[in-house]
């Protein structure tokens, strides 16, 4: 039975190829900046909030405007100043 489903998906597949790949491709686009942090945060947050869907809760305490993802990008690149700066003060034996 198996073989039968998977040649006829093939045969719907090939005739409707490129409205799959229409439909593949808007929702890869869609979804994309919720996986992968493409976006400036502000545009991110509005973008978030005009979708029916959100981000996953990852984390058990209250959450911010930002997901995780984004939340700890913003935490590191802080923190890497901070420690960036630390080390120049450090160097200069302050």
């Known amino acids: 039975m198996m073989p039968v489903a998977l040649a006829a998906g093939a045969i719907a597949i090939t005739r409707?190829?490129?409205t799959y790949?229409?439909?593949?491709?808007?929702t890869g686009a869609i979804i994309l900046p919720l996986a992968i942090p493409i976006l400036p945060v502000e545009t991110f947050i509005k973008y978030q909030q005009s979708?029916?869907?959100g981000a996953?809760?990852?984390e058990s305490h209250k959450m911010g405007p930002l997901?995780?993802?984004y939340a700890d990008l913003y935490?590191?690149?802080r923190r890497g100043r901070e420690q960036?700066?630390?080390?120049?003060r450090e160097?200069?034996?302050?």
Request: charged share 15%; aromatic share 10%; no cysteine.
């Open 16 to 18: 409707f190829r490129r």
């Open 75 to 77: 935490h590191y690149e």
């Open 84 to 88: 960036a700066a630390h080390l120049r």
């Open 56 to 58: 996953p809760k990852t």
């Open 51 to 53: 979708l029916p869907i």
């Open 67 to 69: 997901p995780q993802l």
């Open 21 to 26: 790949l229409a439909l593949i491709v808007v």
């Open 91 to 94: 160097a200069m034996g302050f």
